[in-house]
């Protein structure tokens, strides 16, 4: 992993080293004997409690964990918690020197007892309940720098593990200490529970989803293609996953015409990562994630407007998305072959830009002609779909932030899912239900296939003659580089940045998703042995 090295001052006042005037000729130096009084206490709980307005007589109830932490400190947290309303589903408390261990204690809202899996919502409302309580509970506590959270499994240590990891995180890597805004890293345990696999489980998914969080939000001047390289061979390489690195050259003997014209707009060169994950008998067919890279989109000649460049260093978010989900695959050594698909590139507005009405040739035979050069992602996707089928994949997926139109139609709530086979798609779904990151099926239909094939100088267009529709003209582009075999596609630009509203437990910035959903897709369908 590339490191920039930061100057670390530490500063002292002169004050500290005089000596100070004193009438006495001799002060005898005390001692303390008592190491209790000299003990800092620095750790801290996250408890919950549930609250139904709907229940006559005491409507708030003490989860399992919490009831057993109040008869120990007799009685005191719940006689300061009826002083205080009691919170609700995302509220918190927060209570001091309760017991001698723990200095501070958050109690978080975790709303009625009774949610279970929403058919409407198409959501474990249990589950997200969960995230937002240890979520809400340990960022609560991070404002008095601890060096420990002990957090309690409110039932599901999974979905516990998942909330706390992803609430504490923060991006702060090239903020000198003195601005740190909380310390960097804090230790999340297990409180009062034994689930210690479904614990550590939660904690690799929020930490794969940290990790694509991470790439995301680095510097486009220092997380380049070619360092985006040498990280995956930093991070992966330590755990078996074999990465091989390709250059421009070897993708134009390829035929990758889309990518080879994307690459060249930039002085960085552009290259094409290949991750493998061996988990499975090497003679198994792998599953093929393919994830946009582009480590900054400046539109090329079809310009961005300002508002959006300012996010557009998240552009690769779909490579980071594969990479973790790799590597969080290695970690919990799932019994699968894994072949990882990252064309890196930049995408600036030079003399070799791609031009409006362009035309360039992908591996299949078919011409492509460019009519937006904006819409770059798209191309390399057509040139890694052709590419993947050397590799007979039991399945594809490919994620990338590719139409900003979802931000106007789905907001934050879910990303726009394309899908060729019906069985792949019901996996999926259900895997985002019990994640949270919810997923929203699009139109693979005909009437956008017909816009990108109306073309007169090639045999399809990267987009269609209007700007409406444009994600479902994405999916239909893709569409024809897809042979017969089970395919899904993941727009992801309307959740790749959240303004912290969206899920109390994200904090303003990038967010890695769908990386957790990926996971729990590749989990249930070896749970059912579909892999």
């Known amino acids: 992993m590339l490191r920039f090295p930061y100057s670390k001052y530490c500063i002292r006042r002169i004050s500290e080293f005089r000596n100070h005037p004193t009438d006495c000729a001799y002060i005898k130096p005390r001692k303390l004997f008592d190491p209790k009084v000299c003990a800092v206490r620095d750790k801290g709980l996250v408890l919950g409690v549930y609250y139904n307005e709907n229940v006559q007589g005491e409507a708030a109830i003490l989860t399992a964990s919490a009831q057993k932490y109040d008869s120990e400190t007799k009685g005191k947290l719940w006689k300061q918690l009826k002083l205080t309303p009691i919170p609700r589903l995302g509220d918190y408390r927060i209570f001091y020197d309760l017991d001698p261990v723990y200095a501070y204690v958050a109690v978080a809202g975790l709303g009625t007892e009774c949610l279970a899996f929403n058919n409407i919502e198409n959501l474990d409302e249990r589950k997200e309940a969960i995230r937002v309580a240890a979520g809400v509970g340990s960022n609560a506590l991070l404002q008095f720098k601890p060096s420990q959270i002990h957090v309690e499994s409110f039932g599901n240590a999974e979905a516990a593990a998942e909330g706390s990891n992803l609430a504490v995180w923060k991006f702060q890597e090239y903020k000198s200490p003195k601005h740190q805004q909380v310390v960097p890293k804090c230790n999340v345990e297990l409180f009062d529970d034994c689930d210690l696999f479904g614990w550590n489980v939660g904690k690799v998914k929020a930490e794969s989803q940290n990790l694509a969080r991470y790439l995301q939000e680095m510097p486009p001047n220092i997380l380049t293609p070619t360092s985006f390289a040498k990280l995956a061979v930093d991070l992966l390489c330590e755990l078996d996953i074999n990465v091989d690195v390709k250059t421009k050259g070897w993708a134009a003997s390829h035929e990758m015409g889309g990518f080879v014209a994307i690459g060249k707009s930039s002085i960085q060169p552009p290259l094409y990562v290949e991750i493998s994950y061996y988990g499975a008998h090497e003679c198994s067919r792998?599953?093929?994630?393919?994830?946009?890279?582009?480590?900054?989109?400046?539109?090329?000649?079809?310009?961005?407007?300002?508002?959006?460049?300012?996010?557009?260093?998240?552009?690769?978010?779909?490579?980071?998305?594969?990479?973790?989900?790799?590597?969080?695959?290695?970690?919990?050594?799932?019994?699968?072959?894994?072949?990882?698909?990252?064309?890196?590139?930049?995408?600036?507005?030079?003399?070799?830009?791609?031009?409006?009405?362009?035309?360039?040739?992908?591996?299949?035979?078919?011409?492509?002609?460019?009519?937006?050069?904006?819409?770059?992602?798209?191309?390399?996707?057509?040139?890694?779909?052709?590419?993947?089928?050397?590799?007979?994949?039991?399945?594809?997926?490919?994620?990338?932030?590719?139409?900003?139109?979802?931000?106007?139609?789905?907001?934050?709530?879910?990303?726009?899912?394309?899908?060729?086979?019906?069985?792949?798609?019901?996996?999926?779904?259900?895997?985002?239900?019990?994640?949270?990151?919810?997923?929203?099926?699009?139109?693979?239909?005909?009437?956008?296939?017909?816009?990108?094939?109306?073309?007169?100088?090639?045999?399809?267009?990267?987009?269609?003659?209007?700007?409406?529709?444009?994600?479902?003209?994405?999916?239909?582009?893709?569409?024809?580089?897809?042979?017969?075999?089970?395919?899904?596609?993941?727009?992801?630009?309307?959740?790749?940045?959240?303004?912290?509203?969206?899920?109390?437990?994200?904090?303003?910035?990038?967010?890695?998703?769908?990386?957790?959903?990926?996971?729990?897709?590749?989990?249930?369908?070896?749970?059912?042995?579909?892999?």
């Open 286 to 531: 792998p599953i093929v994630l393919i994830g946009k890279g582009v480590t900054f989109d400046s539109g090329s000649l079809d310009l961005k407007p300002r508002k959006d460049l300012q996010f557009m260093k998240g552009d690769m978010a779909g490579a980071a998305c594969v990479l973790a989900i790799t590597r969080a695959a290695a970690l919990l050594k799932l019994p699968i072959n894994i072949r990882g698909i990252l064309p890196l590139c930049e995408l600036m507005p030079n003399g070799k830009s791609p031009k409006f009405g362009d035309v360039v040739y992908c591996a299949n035979g078919k011409s492509i002609h460019i009519r937006l050069p904006s819409r770059e992602g798209r191309l390399l996707v057509a040139d890694s779909l052709v590419y993947a089928r050397n590799y007979w994949p039991k399945f594809v997926i490919d994620i990338g932030t590719m139409s900003k139109e979802l931000v106007y139609t789905l907001g934050g709530a879910a990303c726009g899912c394309y899908s060729n086979s019906e069985e792949l798609y019901k996996y999926i779904e259900n895997a985002s239900s019990q994640t949270g990151d919810r997923i929203w099926r699009m139109p693979l239909w005909k009437f956008y296939e017909e816009r990108i094939k109306d073309c007169d100088m090639a045999d399809v267009a990267n987009t269609a003659r209007h700007i409406y529709g444009d994600s479902p003209n994405c999916a239909a582009f893709l569409k024809q580089f897809i042979c017969d075999g089970k395919w899904v596609h993941l727009d992801t630009y309307n959740v790749a940045f959240t303004k912290g509203y969206d899920f109390p437990y994200l904090n303003r910035g990038m967010t890695g998703r769908p990386t957790r959903t990926v996971i729990e897709l590749i989990y249930q369908m070896l749970s059912d042995s579909k892999l």
